[in-house]
């Protein structure tokens, strides 16, 4: 009989190590699918995980780990504060999506005019919508105790309606042959989220993030606010006697979080991708909840769980077009690395020893 | 600047190494939007994407990525493509626009094709089908065969390619039975097969016993089909499996011999910036098997309808036509100019409602 | 604009065919949530259940069989949710996004065979003379089977969680699994048969996809039904009638909103298409009145070791 023992404090070692049995694990599992579908497992693991950092192009794919992995832990972040105080905001994709509307709206109202102001505004504007759509479910909460999963997913349809409705109408690009879509912010200077160093992948929604990380870190170990932010995830009672106005953090958690996916959204729509329209949304705000997760609501873990899904993101486009993997081994592949990373978090946690019978 | 002189010359440097090993194999790039077995779009991409290979066979090479978002993500992939010695790359996506042009900015000795746009570039040809010239023989039967006068239409969302297809088929039913009316709804998504399935039972509730779609599931197939005497047209792939009946026509997109063409150019050395807008008449638009739930005649109408828009005698869009709002659009013999078809937001006269702006 | 054209008997029929798929997965996930188990790969389950039963039902020609597959492979699904959650104890929300992100690939692996497929029809029971009453009769004796399956199984929950010592024990590992525990009840195989009922349902609401409402097979065709599903467990406040209300609800929005559209009305389409989330938005806000809240023991893990 085996049982299972909960540690009195959780692991250090194995807090490190388990990540790194649950990638082996998944290269197992995954080699084993990539065989049944006639591929060498080998070869498919090796280039989901070497060639994007070490692999002939890593000098291109190494700066694009930051692109994809930046919104990922931008959002992350701000959804792990209200994780860890109870409040679940599910709703970060429409968040995510409102940012860019305000953010590309702003910017594109001032066009074409050359001005250094142009990008400062459409930042504060983009963490203005994400806050904006994300205070919607705060307030309800607060006021009528509607409960907030609900209403902030319920808002990432609303949201996509208005990203397909601006993208036809609104901010349609006038020159755009009557084609959806509006002007591309990368070739309107002032509003353009250029790279900061050519070539590095770094742009300002990256420096966000890190700042986010350092900023959320801060938060929660040397501030009041991330110890009642904390106090009232682990014992809500206690919490109450601590003076923690509940109202208040619920307001405070589902805006900080809504304007950091808001941030996320605008630094991607005046960037990397440089247009509203209708796809815009790729799901970040969904993945990030995962990241949040798996990074354990810690910030440095979400910064490498941010870095980990992008990885396998790259990896597994560069899997599909070499090897001709289809998108859904990649899909289940990435399944089952989460599988693994929350399946052997229990040896952090929990000691496994085989027990006497009579103890059993 | 720096960095794309890098890239260049890795390019260059791997477009010769592997030129020398792969002893002239010309490889074949294609960027899917969505999935291959999404039974429309991607699916018959794909399928052009293995008529190439089975007409090159050993010459070719071609390797694709599916569900590719618009954005950076497929700026990715086409880069990650050109790295690793693509000699001509499909885009297969309007949303691919922006991003073909920088990848192609980045590697001026890669060849792209971008599907439904409208920016070329010395290495950048755009292609698109004329499906209007098939929504006009759509429009024909419909009108020919209506008894409820009550045509249901289910568009994805107001972009000119559907509103193109919209006053197409309108202009032709209208022309055979002026009594004819036009139900439109608005999917506003690109792939929800239940809400498809919805709209198609809403618009043969309120009376339509003609469907047009202008999504990809089969879904409206199989609602028409338990209504019983409501008729269908396959969209994208033949849907064959839904005929004779409700399925009585189709149009089908055949990108196969496009593909080939340009396929077989790059091999030549005569690649050359393309804007092409193919119909009927080169195959790039198929008009599936008219069923025999058609009556003889109206088929022979809608056979002689579709050589006609093969061999160019006939333009779907002929005057005089006015717009919705009553002004005048082509005097009469006219045909439409292809730059206001592309970017077409009005609906002709007749139709009820507005475009969704 | 002629609101005329809407026929309210056919709205109301149809409205019914459209909640289904919702109805199905949300009461399988109001049980699971009443055992104090937060499982957010409902999608996920749903998906894999329309593929495998549209696989079986093409192979063997029996939509019955495919049915039952659909419910058997929503429940296998969930057994690696059963193996996250409560044996390897790891959180459940990120493992329920873990099994939704699988299952989409899994299911999409499953189908590379069967795009562009027909499956066999189920069709519609006919009771002669009751069927052919005016109003009545297509409202509510015109159905496919599996859509008076959905409406037998709410109330079948319904009257197990109320009125039976096994709903009790439920409710009870829901409330409060630590007391449930001191009184000798099993509480992770409870909520491991919760689970796996779970799965089924949403197994059963995906195939009624893939085989009434659609039906075809592609891709990811679910579109985010099971999203919906969770959602309308909360709107429920966890009551299987009302989960039943919700589901008709939002399905009522959602068709009377296209047929709005078709009549032309002229309300911008894309508020309409807004309108079922908007409107469950501010259902749920009057409903929140109502304080009977979640299951007190939702999402948090259990280890007999406390």
Not at chain 2, 250 to 278: E, F, H
Not at chain 3, 169 to 195: C, F, P, S
Request: with cysteine; net charge negative; charged share 15%.
């Amino acid at each position: 009989m085996i049982v299972l023992e909960k540690r009195p404090q959780p692991s250090k070692a194995w807090s490190y190590a388990t990540p790194l049995v649950a990638v082996l694990a998944t290269m197992v599992f995954g080699g084993i699918l990539f065989t049944i579908l006639g591929k060498n497992p080998i070869e498919a693991i090796g280039t989901i995980f070497w060639e994007p950092l070490f692999g002939e192009f890593a000098f291109y794919y190494r700066p694009q780990l930051l692109v994809k992995g930046a919104p990922l832990v931008l959002i992350a972040i701000g959804l792990s504060l209200g994780f860890r105080a109870g409040i679940w905001n599910i709703g970060a994709e429409g968040q995510y999506i409102m940012g860019a509307i305000f953010g590309a709206g702003a910017g594109l109202a001032f066009y074409p005019i050359d001005a250094f102001y142009v990008f400062p505004i459409m930042v504060l504007a983009g963490a203005f919508g994400g806050w904006l759509w994300a205070s919607i479910p705060a307030f309800l909460k607060v006021r009528f105790g509607t409960n907030e999963i609900l209403v902030s997913l319920m808002l990432v349809y609303v949201a996509e309606q208005m990203l397909a409705s601006v993208s036809l109408g609104l901010l349609k690009n006038p020159e755009g042959f009557g084609f959806p879509g509006s002007r591309n912010l990368q070739s309107y200077d002032a509003a353009h989220n250029a790279e900061l160093i050519s070539g590095s992948g770094m742009h300002w929604g990256v420096v966000t993030a890190l700042i986010a990380v350092i900023f959320a870190y801060v938060l929660l170990n040397r501030h009041m606010l991330g110890f009642h932010i904390r106090l009232t995830g682990e014992a809500p009672r206690a919490a109450k006697f601590a003076g923690v106005n509940p109202a208040r953090l619920i307001l405070f958690c589902l805006g900080l979080s809504g304007a950091l996916a808001g941030l996320a959204g605008m630094f991607e729509v005046s960037g990397p991708s440089g247009v509203v329209s209708i796809d815009f949304n790729v799901g970040y705000g969904f993945t990030a909840i995962i990241v949040a997760f798996l990074g354990r609501l810690h910030p440095v873990g979400i910064l490498l769980a941010g870095g980990l899904m992008a990885l396998t993101y790259i990896g597994g486009e560069i899997a599909q077009s070499q090897l001709g993997l289809p998108a859904a081994a990649i899909q289940v592949f990435q399944g089952m690395l989460l599988f693994f990373l929350l399946a052997f978090d229990l040896l952090t946690n929990y000691r496994i020893r085989a027990a006497r019978s009579e103890v059993a | 600047m720096k960095f794309k002189s890098l890239l260049a010359s890795a390019a260059m440097a791997l477009g010769l190494a592997s030129g020398a090993m792969a002893e002239d194999k010309t490889k074949v790039g294609f960027v899917y939007v969505g999935p291959v077995g999404d039974g429309g779009w991607t699916y018959e991409h794909n399928k052009g994407r293995l008529a190439v290979e089975e007409h090159f066979g050993d010459k070719v090479e071609t390797v694709f990525v599916e569900s590719v978002p618009e954005g950076p993500d497929a700026e990715r992939v086409m880069t990650q493509m050109a790295l690793e010695g693509a000699d001509l790359i499909f885009t297969t996506s309007f949303g691919y626009m922006d991003p073909t042009i920088n990848v192609a900015q980045k590697f001026p000795d890669v060849k792209f094709e971008h599907a439904t746009g409208y920016k070329t570039a010395d290495n950048v040809s755009v292609y698109s089908a004329r499906f209007y010239e098939g929504r006009a023989v759509q429009g024909h039967i419909a009108g020919k065969m209506t008894e409820s006068n009550i045509i249901g239409y289910i568009g994805s969302y107001p972009i000119p390619e559907v509103i193109r297809g919209i006053n197409s088929a309108y202009i032709h039913a209208k022309k055979v039975n002026p009594d004819v009316e036009f139900k439109i709804i608005w999917a506003y998504t690109w792939f929800d097969p239940a809400k498809e399935a919805d709209a198609a039972s809403v618009l043969i509730e309120q009376g339509a016993d003609v469907i047009l779609q202008h999504t990809d599931s089969t879904a409206p197939q199989a609602a028409a089909q338990e209504a019983g005497n409501v008729i269908t047209f396959g969209q994208a792939s033949d849907m064959s499996e839904y005929a004779p009946m409700p399925r009585v026509s189709s149009i089908i997109d055949n990108w196969a011999p496009y593909y080939i063409a340009r396929t077989q150019a790059v091999m030549d050395g005569s690649w050359a910036t393309a804007n092409t807008w193919d119909g009927i008449g080169p195959g790039m638009v198929e008009i599936g098997e008219i069923s025999d739930a058609v009556p003889a005649d109206i088929k022979e109408e809608a056979l002689a309808m579709t050589a006609a828009l093969a061999d160019g005698s006939y333009h779907p869009f002929t005057g005089p036509l006015k717009k919705q709002d009553g002004s005048d659009w082509l005097a009469d013999g006219e045909t439409a100019d292809d730059g206001t078809l592309a970017g077409m937001n009005f609906y002709v006269e007749g139709l009820e409602g507005e475009i969704p702006q | 604009m002629d609101l005329g054209e809407i026929n309210p008997v056919l709205l109301v029929a149809s409205l019914m065919v459209a909640a289904t798929p919702l109805l199905l997965a949300a009461i399988g996930e109001l049980v699971v949530e009443k055992a104090g188990v937060l499982n957010l790969g409902v999608e996920g389950m749903m998906i894999v259940g329309a593929i495998s039963g549209f696989a079986t039902s093409v192979e063997t020609g029996s939509p019955w069989l495919g049915f039952l597959a659909a419910a058997v492979g929503g429940a296998v699904l969930s057994l690696l949710f059963v193996l996250l959650t409560q044996v390897a104890l790891a959180n459940q929300v990120a493992s329920g996004l873990a099994l939704t992100l699988f299952g989409l690939g899994f299911s999409a692996l499953l189908g590379q065979g069967y795009v562009g497929v027909k499956p066999p029809s189920m069709g519609e029971i006919h009771i002669p003379v009751i069927s052919d009453i005016p109003v009545i009769g297509p409202i509510l004796f015109q159905h496919d089977p599996i859509l008076y399956v959905g409406i037998a199984l709410t109330a079948a929950v319904w009257a197990v969680l109320k009125y039976t010592r096994a709903g009790l024990v439920l409710r009870a590992v829901g409330e409060n699994h630590d007391a449930a525990h001191a009184l000798g009840y099993k509480v992770i195989k409870i909520r491991i048969m919760a689970i796996m009922f779970g799965g089924a349902c949403a197994g059963l609401g995906g195939a009624y996809i893939s085989l009434i409402r659609v039906p075809q097979w592609t891709e990811g065709m679910t579109a985010g039904v099971g999203w919906i599903a969770l959602a309308l467990v909360v709107f429920a406040s966890w009551k299987p009638w009302r989960a039943l209300l919700g589901a008709y609800l939002f399905g009522g929005i959602t068709v009377l909103q296209l047929n709005l559209q078709a009549a032309g009305v002229a309300i911008p389409v894309e508020y309409l298409a807004m309108s079922p989330y908007i409107i469950t938005i501010l259902v749920l806000v009057i409903l929140s009145a109502d304080k009977s809240s979640a299951p007190a023991s939702l999402g948090r893990i259990f280890h007999a070791s406390h």
